[in-house]
């Protein structure tokens, strides 16, 4: 805006303001374009969560948000409606999930730290690697991968959702926290090691400290994808007393042909409530993570 | 500490001279050390690339020459999954499905996502409200939950066939039961998460400078025309990196098919993705020779799509001076 002064005469910019204007009316419509786009965005998610509190044969009948007929009793009859209650499906979930944040967090950060900055042999191939990896659909890997876990018994245990995460195999998160190392002064670097710091002690003291902001977009990712992830937890887990909060979900539909609608979608609204909980409190991280990530 | 061959004798430890010779002692011993440290870091991930990313594709790489359902040991079998793949109806159809999925919904979904940013990039008040909207069926929009929602919106007697008989349609289909619309409804899921690529193209089009359009508007060029001529050439990188991201993911979608199809890709394998076809073959019947084939294929499909993105993107993508 400023640069408008520099690069033309005042005259220039009075001409400017009918064309300001001109600007101003479609504003109103981008409003009206944006709110419609929002509530039709949103519209499949009003519902469900307002259907969670309507009896399940009025579900069919009642397109609109607001419930004729109010009920709570989906959400214990959902929660008790598997041989387990659901209690302990979200325990498995969250025994996976805050593994894979400690795992993410240590692992990803330590390889990043080493690309970013150590010299070592091969470095750009290695580097090259792991964002190839990075593409690497899981679907490709997911066979060996269980004969691997099946020869050393971790079927039906917690082990092949967690170990992968301790090994640093998010690319994804190496990235976006190699990136962040690089815009750490080196000058921070040289002062610790001046004061007879290590990598380690540089690792730990000043580069952790100060990737906070990484650091905490990669925990908030981790936690959504492995909360929502179905694929490795439906082929790792088998044994119902195992299972996380997807797979059990997924038996209600599969289960029964006449689906109970109504405690299904309380259910559902029980397993993305932590999603949503966990966007609202994070969205600064992730936007901005997808962001630098995305542009660099 | 203990390397004692060429430290000077005890008494003069404390004199004036020894600072440098241990100084230089231990600068010594941190570049032995510190050849090893950067490996030290990476031990993990170099553990990780032998057991779980890389290993495995060798793996799988040699198990798709061998018969193996996970008892008794892998018997080679030459190239007869790849023989049994090309004559495999389902295979070709699980590809045909895919691909539909892939070449509707990706180009959809990246035309809201920059339609979108564009109306967002106007300073509107209220920006990180919508954006936060607009995103957040991204971050749910592969979940269990919300392939379940689908399911009752798009079934016979769901929300949309509600809608529709409210307005008057007597007959309207059964969308995931009728084979003509199951895919369609999948699709219609995939282009709804365009909130990821919306927020990447919005900081994209943060960087492009005002002076840009300022210029293009003095040389006469309308609305339309600054977005052909300086949108979406300073964008391309951007659109590209989308378009690479969005494909690769949507090559992979598995869980929506899976519970729409309730596990069988059907009806009539019209929802039959290839990953799910793939998961059929491997773990529903453990016939793991042959999933490891449709495995590799899938790991050459995904890799040639990324290489012809990245070749065309030479003939379409401009990077500024």
Same mark, same amino acid.
């Given at each position: 805006m400023a640069t408008d002064l520099t690069v033309a005469p005042p005259v220039a910019a009075t001409e400017k303001l009918p064309d300001r204007k001109k600007k101003q009316r479609p504003r109103w419509l981008a409003h009206t374009v944006l709110i419609l786009g929002a509530l039709l965005m949103l519209y499949p998610l009003l519902w469900m969560l307002s259907s969670s509190f309507k009896f399940t044969e009025d579900i069919f009948s009642q397109t609109g948000l607001i419930p004729e007929r109010v009920t709570t009793e989906n959400y214990p009859e959902g929660w008790t409606a598997l041989p387990r209650d659901f209690g302990h499906y979200i325990w498995n979930s969250l025994v996976i999930v805050v593994g894979s944040i400690i795992g993410n967090l240590l692992a990803c950060s330590a390889a990043a730290y080493a690309f970013a900055r150590l010299d070592f042999k091969f470095k750009k191939f290695w580097f090259a690697v792991m964002l190839g990896t990075m593409m690497l659909p899981i679907h490709v890997v997911i066979v060996p991968q269980y004969i691997l876990f099946a020869e050393l018994d971790w079927?039906?245990?917690y082990w092949p959702l967690i170990v992968p995460k301790l090994l640093a195999t998010d690319g994804f998160f190496i990235f976006l926290m190699v990136q962040f190392i690089r815009g750490i002064p080196l000058e921070l670097d040289e002062a610790a090691r001046i004061d007879g710091c290590g990598h380690f002690a540089i690792f730990w003291r000043i580069v952790i400290p100060l990737s906070v902001p990484a650091l905490a977009t990669t925990a908030i990712f981790t936690f959504i994808w492995t909360w929502n992830d179905f694929f490795s937890q439906l082929i790792f887990l088998t044994d119902p007393e195992m299972y996380t909060v997807p797979v059990a979900l997924r038996t209600f539909v599969d289960a029964t042909s006449q689906t109970p609608w109504g405690p299904v979608f309380a259910m559902s609204i029980v397993a993305l409530a932590p999603v949503f909980g966990f966007f609202l409190a994070g969205q600064r991280y992730l936007v901005r993570g997808i962001a630098t990530t995305g542009l660099k | 500490m203990s390397s004692t061959l060429d430290v000077p004798p005890r008494e003069r430890s404390h004199g004036e001279a020894p600072g440098g010779a241990s100084r230089a002692a231990s600068r010594a011993r941190r570049r032995r050390s510190g050849r090893l440290t950067p490996y030290l870091f990476l031990a993990p991930w170099f553990a990780g690339l032998l057991f779980i990313t890389a290993g495995p594709i060798a793996a799988s790489a040699y198990l798709s020459f061998t018969d193996y359902s996970l008892i008794g040991a892998p018997e080679w079998i030459g190239l007869d999954n790849f023989q049994r793949m090309f004559d495999d109806p389902r295979f070709y159809q699980s590809l045909k499905v895919t691909f539909i999925y892939v070449v509707v919904s990706v180009p959809l979904q990246l035309a809201f996502a920059l339609f979108l940013a564009m109306i967002l990039d =106007? $300073?509107? =008040?209220g920006l990180a409200l919508y954006r936060s909207v607009y995103y957040l069926p991204s971050l749910i929009g592969g979940s269990v939950a919300i392939a379940i929602l689908w399911r009752q919106i798009f079934g016979s007697d769901g929300l949309l066939n509600g809608v529709l008989r409210f307005v008057g349609f007597e007959n309207p289909p059964g969308w995931v039961s009728d084979p003509d619309y199951a895919l369609g409804t999948l699709i219609i899921l995939n282009v709804w998460t365009f909130g990821a690529p919306m927020v990447i193209f919005l900081a994209g089009l943060r960087q492009i400078p005002t002076m840009y359009y300022e210029a293009a508007s003095l040389d006469g060029a309308g609305k339309v025309r600054q977005f052909i001529q300086v949108t979406l050439p300073l964008l391309s990188p951007i659109i590209f990196f989308n378009l690479v991201l969005q494909t690769i993911n949507a090559f992979q979608t598995f869980t929506q098919a899976f519970i729409v199809s309730g596990g069988? $890709? $059907?009806?009539?394998?019209?929802?039959?993705?290839y990953t799910l076809y793939l998961y059929q073959r491997g773990f529903g019947n453990f016939d793991m020779g042959y999933a490891s084939a449709l495995a590799w294929f899938l790991l050459l499909i995904v890799g040639g799509l990324t290489a012809i993105n990245f070749i065309a993107a030479k003939y379409w993508v401009f990077y500024g001076d």
């Open positions: 079927i039906n245990t | =106007r $300073g509107l =008040r069988t $890709g $059907g009806p009539a394998d019209s929802t039959l993705f």
